[in-house]
């Protein structure tokens, strides 16, 4: 305290808390990393492409048959062959 008018000085203002960590600004900085990761992981779970995550976060079997094609595993004929037994397989459902 400044003994002349009563009032703090700076000095006591910085390391009492009142700007400074005090007992609430640990309370404050943990709520606001909380935050932080909410928003992070909401905008990691809704930036990923629906066609992706099917049901349950499994490959749509196109993506596992595109995927497989571009990887050299099939050939030209196997992808076409499989892909119209998937088309086909979509409509009798």
Known sequence: MHPQAGVPSVE???MNGYYG?????????????????ALVWLVVRFATPSSTRGSGG?????????????????DADTYKA????????????
């Open 12 to 14: 006591d203002i910085m």
């Open 21 to 37: 960590m005090g007992s609430g600004g640990v309370l404050m900085w943990l709520t606001s990393l909380l935050i932080v990761a």
């Open 58 to 74: 499994r490959e749509r079997p196109e993506d596992v048959l595109d995927r497989r094609f571009a990887a050299g595993e099939i």
């Open 82 to 93: 499989q892909r119209a037994a998937l088309v086909e397989a979509r409509k009798n459902r």
